[in-house]
Each structure stands twice: as C-alpha cells, then as structure tokens.
C-alpha cells in the first residue's frame, strides 16, 4: 500500500535526519486535489520536539526524499505548503505498475496478509429461538457476514459464531402460554407463526394480571431443572426455529462456523459463579450474586438471581471464556445494537476482574436501531414486526418488474435470478452504505431505489463493463484475451483515466481501514465513488473506437475498475451479474 510505502520512507529519512528522535506522525489522502494525492504532517510534529521552523524540516526532509524517489519512480511530485505539510504526488510508472497488478492479482486484489497467524471470532445475528426474523435483525447479520468477509480477506483466521438466545426467560413466557392457550395442531402446522402470537399474547395478559410473570418464572426454572415436558417444548422450539432461520440465511447467502446458543453453556455456569465468589470478585446482595464494578463506576453486573437462575449475563462470561481457551481468540467482536452498549461496558469490566481473556481484544461493534416509519422501535411484544423474509421477498418482486420494463427480451429464468440478485444486493447495501452507528428508519422507497447510491447502480457499473469486454472481443474477433499481452497502459493520459488509476490504488487502503474501525461503509463510498468516475470516463470518452493499442488499454483500465468493483462487493456480501 503506498500510504504506508510513503511512511516507510519518511521513517527512514527522520531516523537519518534526526537520530533518538520518534515521532508519531501520519500520511493520509487530502481531500483537495491541490495537495497532492497524499500528505503527512512529519515536519509539524518534528517541528515540536526539535523546537525548528517546520518548513525548514520539511525542505531537509523533501530533499531525502527526492533522492529516494530517483530510484524507486514512485512520486512525480514532493512539495510543500505551509505551515509544513509535505505533499506527494503518484507517478505514472507507480499507477500502470499497480494496474498490472489489479490484472494478475483479480478476485485477490486487495487483500492482504496483515492478519496472518491471528483468530478473530465474530458474534453476529443471534436472533431468539421462537420468534421470527424481523428487520431488526439485519444489520448485526448483514454488518457481521461483511466484517467475517473483510477480515478473512486480510489473511485472519476468522470464526464466525451465531449466539442464539436459545434459554432464558423468554421459555417460560412460552411455555406458559402454549400450556394455557396453545393449539398443537396449529403449533405443529405453523410453529413459529403460532408460538408468536401466544409470545404477544403473554404480554398482553400480563399486562391486566402481573402475577403471569411469576407463572413464566416457575416455568423457566422447571425448564432449567431439566424438566421432561418443559425440555421437550424447548427442543421443539429450538429446531424450528433454527430450520426457519436457515431459509433465510440461505437466501442472504449468511454462512455461520458455529451456532452455539446460550443452553450450551450451561455446565460452565456454576463454575463462574464458585469461581467468582471463591476470588471474592462476586458478592451475595439481596440473595442474588453480583459482581462489584465499583472499580470501573458502573453498577453491579447480575450472575445469578435470588432464585438460583443464571441469566444471560454468566453465561456470556462462559461463552468468552470458551472463546479463549477453545478457540483460541486473539480478538472477539460482538456486532450487536447501541442499546446494549451498556451490558458490554460490564461484561469486559467484569472479564478483567475475573482475569478471563487477558490479551485479548475485545469490541462491541455498536450499530443504530432500525425503527419503523412511524419512527417506534419494531417489538415483537407487539406483533409490530416487520418480518426479514417479507423485505426480501418484497424486495426481489420490486426488481422484477424493474428487470421486466428495462429487458424484456430476456428470458423468464434468467429474469428471475437476476431480480433476485439486484433485490438482495439492495437490501444488504442499503443498510451497509450507512455509518454503522446512525439509526435508519425504515423506508421502502430508499431500500428498493434503484438510482444513485445504490447497489443496482453499483451492480450496473459492473454489467457494463462486461458487456464491453464481450464487444471488444467480438470487434476483433478474440474469443478470449490476454490483458496483458503487448498492453501498453502508458497510453492512458487522460485526466479521466489518471483519476481513476489513483482511485484504484486506494483499494487496499480502503479495506485495511474498514477493518481497523470495523465499518463497511467506507467500502461501499468507495466502490460508489469508483463507479461514479469510471461511469463518467464511459460517458465522455471513446473506449472502444480509439485506435488499437488505446482501445486495447482502455479495456484494462475498465476490466481492472470491474475487478475492484466485485471485490467490493463480494467483501460486502453482494454477488454481481454478468449482465443486466
């Protein structure tokens, strides 16, 4: 990556200039054009430690740096501008050299070793077993599938983990209510459907008679003494559930290594509890056990309540400790909602205490809510859900009919897998264009748009390159081509051209840094803004008429912009079409 070849040398030149002195300084791209394709600040923060005027470090440094660049071609241009920033401009040799390597490279461009010989465990989507996948869910399944595609991409051993809520309070409301209210013919015929709506039901009757929530507490600690109609409801419950998510995970092409739920930890959690009391971490107040967070100014995080249930709290202690004595862990990232920001200051609080994942890093990936257009929070306690299939599903007919007014002509299979493509990818890169932490209100029209920001317009972009691919092969009678052979990309002058060759360079960039803020989004801008130039470039440029060897040169450039538009988008879940 050239942010960091430029770093490289700047650090050499400071160790050469100035010895003993470290300074912690940056190279990033400037916004404006004027300054250069990147900057660094070197010359401030050395001007700070040697007490020197920062434009004269910076003209030292520049002329190091000039006599490094006569070797290695890599800038056509070192300058300066005050109050010390030292600007850097790409030269073409590096630009051609890096779209040869775009052309070698292909589905790897991009990627990177950075991550080798580390595991990084990811925890995404974990719905509740017994309630339907709503819209609520899809950004912690759609924003964790995107960090697993990222950080396998950069050479990590990526683990992802689905940690359904597979126990808990939530059993005895249903057990409760299948037991008072419950149809097993329509359980067996329907049984997420049905165990919903006696789910909405519970709390509609707890709401006139408070002591049901007493009744679901004595169900849910029979479920937790292993009791022989309780557990057989539970594994019922379990396995429909997880049929049922499976047909959606299918759909969005989401792929788990692990689905460990809460019940499988259950032999762990007394442990914790001995441990923690035994190391005097936790303490008895009011009959339950806490441990105290005094420490760290938070209140006490809950491991086992007055009547002897552990909650969800123990056991995602034992699930992290699992995580580093099983799986081996040298990072673990929890992709779950901004409320829960809370639960996680106490758990990584309480890990420490417990001296659970030392040297490990761990992250709440934080993201907004999703809120209806009303703009309340979706409940499921309400049967206000908007359920994820009906969006997919709603989604996929929307493309059709678009695919059916722009290409008729095409046949009615491949109509269909194309709908079902554009209409996937848009739900996914809808969510995945945002900053992860702003909350979106759900709204039809911006998830089903098909102009501008958008991945139709992305997967178009893509498209049409292909399509031009096939009619330079068929201009010059070519059933298949070598890029690379007699390719002359010294031809490519124009400024269009030059632009997007240092987009192109970004790339890998681009990708590093969405791993290093765990955002997507930076991904989706940038292939967005790819597209954006290069769709300009067809536009105003002849690409395929120009003479020979330009002709020839061009179509790199555009199969090499196509290229990183697919590994964009694969890192963002998206598959693209060939054609559209």
Not at 453 to 477: D, G
Request: hydrophobic share 40%; with cysteine; charged share 30%.
């Amino acid at each position: 990556m050239i942010n960091k070849e430029i770093k490289k040398i700047l650090d050499k030149i400071v160790v050469d200039l100035y010895q003993g002195i470290k300074s912690d300084f940056i190279v990033e791209s400037p916004r404006q054009k004027d300054f250069g394709d990147y900057a660094s600040n070197v010359a401030m923060v050395l001007a700070k430690e040697l007490q020197k005027s920062p434009m004269e470090i910076a003209a030292k440094i520049i002329e190091k740096a000039k006599a490094e660049n006569h070797q290695k071609k890599l800038f056509s241009k070192i300058s300066v501008i005050a109050p010390g920033f030292i600007n850097f401009e790409i030269s073409d040799n590096r630009l051609t050299v890096n779209l040869n390597w775009i052309l070698k490279k292909k589905c790897k461009f991009g990627s990177s070793e950075i991550g080798k010989g580390k595991t990084v465990i990811i925890d995404y989507s974990a719905p509740n077993i017994a309630k339907p996948m709503h819209v609520g869910h899809l950004r912690s399944t759609i924003i964790g599938q995107s960090l697993y595609n990222i950080y396998k991409f950069l050479g990590y051993k990526t683990i992802s983990d689905s940690h359904i809520g597979d126990w808990g309070t939530q059993f005895g409301k249903l057990i409760y209510a299948y037991k008072h209210w419950g149809n097993k013919k329509g359980i067996d015929r329907n049984p997420i459907e049905e165990m919903t709506k006696l789910y909405v039901k519970f709390h509609e009757e707890a709401k006139k008679n408070p002591e049901l929530e007493e009744y679901a507490r004595i169900e849910t600690k029979k479920l937790q003494e292993k009791n022989d109609e309780n557990i057989k409801l539970w594994k019922f419950l379990v396995k429909e559930s997880l049929k049922d998510y499976n047909k959606i995970y299918k759909i969005l092409n989401i792929k788990f290594d692990y689905v460990l739920g809460e019940s499988f930890y259950n032999k762990m959690l007394l442990g914790i509890v001995n441990e923690a009391m035994e190391r005097k971490i936790a303490i008895k107040s009011e009959g339950a056990i806490v441990i105290n967070l005094d420490k760290y100014n938070l209140s006490p995080f809950l491991i086992q309540k007055t009547d002897g249930a552990y909650i969800y709290t123990t056991t995602d202690i034992a699930t992290a400790k699992y995580r580093k004595e099983k799986l081996k862990a040298d990072k673990i990232l929890y992709v779950v909602a901004n409320e829960q920001t809370l639960h996680f200051q106490k758990l990584f609080a309480s890990l420490e205490l417990l001296g659970i994942c030392e040297n490990i890093e761990k992250e709440h990936i934080k993201f907004g809510m999703v809120f209806g257009e009303s703009g309340k929070k979706f409940s499921t306690r309400k049967g206000e859900t908007v359920r994820l299939t009906d969006l997919i599903h709603r989604s996929i007919e929307f493309a059709q009919m678009v695919i059916e007014e722009k290409n008729p002509k095409l046949s009615r299979n491949e109509k269909k897998k194309i709908a079902k493509k554009i209409g996937i990818g848009a739900v996914k890169y809808n969510d995945l264009s945002q900053n992860r932490l702003t909350d979106i209100v759900f709204d039809w029209d911006k998830i089903l748009s098909f102009e501008g920001n958008s991945a139709p317009y992305l997967l178009y972009t893509y498209a049409r390159i292909n399509s031009l691919v096939e009619k330079y092969n068929k201009t010059y009678k070519l059933n298949r081509i070598n890029i690379l052979d007699k390719l002359d990309l010294g031809l490519l002058k124009d400024n269009l051209e030059k632009d997007i060759m240092k987009k192109l360079l970004k790339f890998p960039e681009i990708v590093e840094n969405s791993a290093n803020e765990n955002s997507p989004h930076f991904i989706a801008l940038y292939i967005y803004e790819l597209s954006s130039l290069y769709n300009g470039y067809y536009n105003s440029v002849q690409i395929i008429k120009s003479e020979k060897k330009i002709t020839r040169a061009r179509i790199a450039l555009s199969k090499s912009v196509a290229i990183t538009v697919k590994n964009g988008l694969n890192l963002l879940g998206i598959d693209v079409l060939e054609r559209m």
